[in-house]
């Protein structure tokens, strides 16, 4: 034999760890990004906290966005100088003590509106299921379908025996119940409603492009080496798959960057979290603007051990070189974050213009789907960026998700949100003759003739979850 080169082509995993860093960074609220952000710095001597203050936006009220985060960043797209449209902000926004026989704290907040109620994996799904276009007979069987996922994100339920349980009410069988379960599959958090393991990283490696390094022979491993890959190892999985030792490390790289309970990922905020607004949205010079809240961003890297990598031994260098490119990918991930959040404000803030100026009942409908698209994203990104994200308004503290809402045809070809439905049977409701309340066939006649045609129980639906009384009660009360 004689010796020879030869060149080769392989793949190797090198961006998972960092991607799935990034898109845990981006899922997080604010307080729990702070905590995050705490850790690192307490652990990394290559960060540190950058003292210096940021240029807040022309404009930017003053807002006690909450006592942990600092003034706004400035953001590169905003216009300067100018006088002000004259907007004022609400009293609530006022800085300062709050004054003799008020409730708020120092910021001038009430605590109690600050308060996050926690939201559970049913939520988040429900929430999901009710901005999809689906039928209302496959809503319901959605519905049903969720009730049955666990806290970690599993079918455990057959589908035969979900279909028994909706057959009183609707005759349905396991193939139909299959297909709207396929539909929930494609929710936000990847993975969730499968029915066993295998099935659940499957979903997670069907949602990832399809030139994510290593994603083809991950397939392989998770449906057909899933259960003996603790015996196999990288060596044995190579030989049974025909594959490469380097092909399939980066393979089964990607299975264990995967996450086998994707329902843990939500319902872990106690109920006493507070809210501290991840944005600001203002209006200045008749335009909306958003910018950023928090201080999260405030890292640099700590040039003292930066100046040290050159001067240390072996062993110090190759530390302190690893602990500075996790601080750099940090940092780097941190920025990510914000600019995707900015870029989903934005696009909200031109949706629903008329949300942020008239109240509910402008609201436009909205979906991930209709966002996602404008702005280049994945809809699961787009769902993991509002998740547990606040906006103070003019209007409050709102969460963006309240900014989507499903839609019901109008008589005019376009569209009216069921919160905008809902906003309008309250004020007729509110106005109404409390010796004779409208029954829900009369909102529903007064909606109709509005241009917004409405069945009578969908009226009593919205009515429901107001938790506004029938009409036969609210005479009782009156």
């Not at 003292?51 to 807040?56: A, K, R, T, Y």
């Not at 659940?200 to 069907?206: D, N």
Request: proline share 6%; glycine share 10%.
């Amino acid at each position: 034999m004689k010796p020879r080169l030869q060149t080769s082509l392989g793949q190797q995993l090198v961006l998972t760890p960092q991607l799935r860093q990034a898109l845990h960074l981006l899922q997080l609220s604010s307080l729990e990004l702070e905590n995050e952000i705490t850790i690192a710095v307490e652990s990394n001597p290559l960060l540190d906290w950058d003292e210096s203050v940021g240029e807040v936006p022309e404009g930017m009220p003053e807002a006690p966005v909450a006592p942990e985060a600092a003034a706004p960043e400035e953001t590169p797209d905003r216009e300067r100088g100018g006088e002000d449209d004259g907007w004022e902000p609400p009293d609530s926004w006022n800085t300062g003590s709050s004054g003799s026989g008020g409730s708020g704290d120092e910021d001038g907040l009430d605590p109690m509106d600050r308060l996050v109620h926690a939201e559970s994996l049913h939520d988040h799904l429900s929430w999901q299921l009710h901005l999809t276009r689906l039928s209302p007979r496959d809503q319901r069987i959605g519905a049903a379908l969720i009730d049955a996922i666990d806290d970690d994100g599993y079918l455990r339920e057959s589908l035969e025996n979900i279909a028994d349980t909706l057959r009183p009410e609707i005759n349905v069988g396991a193939t139909e119940v299959g297909t709207v379960l396929h539909q929930i599959q494609r929710f936000d958090p990847l993975g969730v409603g499968a029915r066993d393991l295998r099935e659940c990283l499957q979903l997670q490696l069907e949602a990832l492009s399809g030139d994510t390094p290593g994603k083809t022979e991950a397939l392989r491993i998770v449906g057909e080496a899933l259960e003996r890959l603790p015996k196999l190892g990288v060596d044995g999985l190579a030989a049974e798959l025909g594959l490469s030792v380097e092909i399939a490390a980066a393979g089964l790289h990607l299975v264990r960057s995967l996450d086998p309970r994707p329902g843990s990922q939500l319902g872990g905020m106690s109920a006493d979290t507070y809210i501290t607004p991840d944005c600001v949205i203002w209006r200045h010079q008749g335009m909306w603007r958003a910018g950023l809240a928090g201080s999260h961003t405030r890292l640099t890297i700590h040039r003292g051990y930066e100046g040290m990598i050159q001067h240390a031994n072996g062993s110090d260098a190759a530390y302190l070189r690893g602990r500075l490119q996790e601080a750099r990918w940090l940092l780097k991930h941190l920025e990510a974050r914000g600019e995707t959040l900015l870029k989903v404000v934005r696009c909200l803030i031109r949706q629903q213009s008329g949300y942020l100026e008239f109240g509910e009942q402008a609201l436009r409908p909205l979906t991930l789907r209709e966002v996602a698209a404008e702005v280049g994203l994945h809809e699961s990104t787009v769902s993991r960026a509002i998740a547990r994200k606040y906006a103070l308004t003019p209007r409050g503290t709102l969460p963006l998700r309240s900014f989507f809402a499903s839609g019901i045809g109008t008589d005019g070809g376009g569209e009216a949100s069921s919160t905008a439905i809902q906003s309008m049977i309250k004020r007729l409701i509110d106005a109404e003759n409390p010796r004779k309340p409208l029954s829900d066939a009369k909102l529903a006649d007064t909606l109709k003739a509005s241009g917004v045609p409405v069945a009578r129980r969908t009226v009593a639906k919205y009515r429901e979850a107001m938790n506004i009384p029938a009409s036969h009660e609210r005479v009782r009360m009156a």
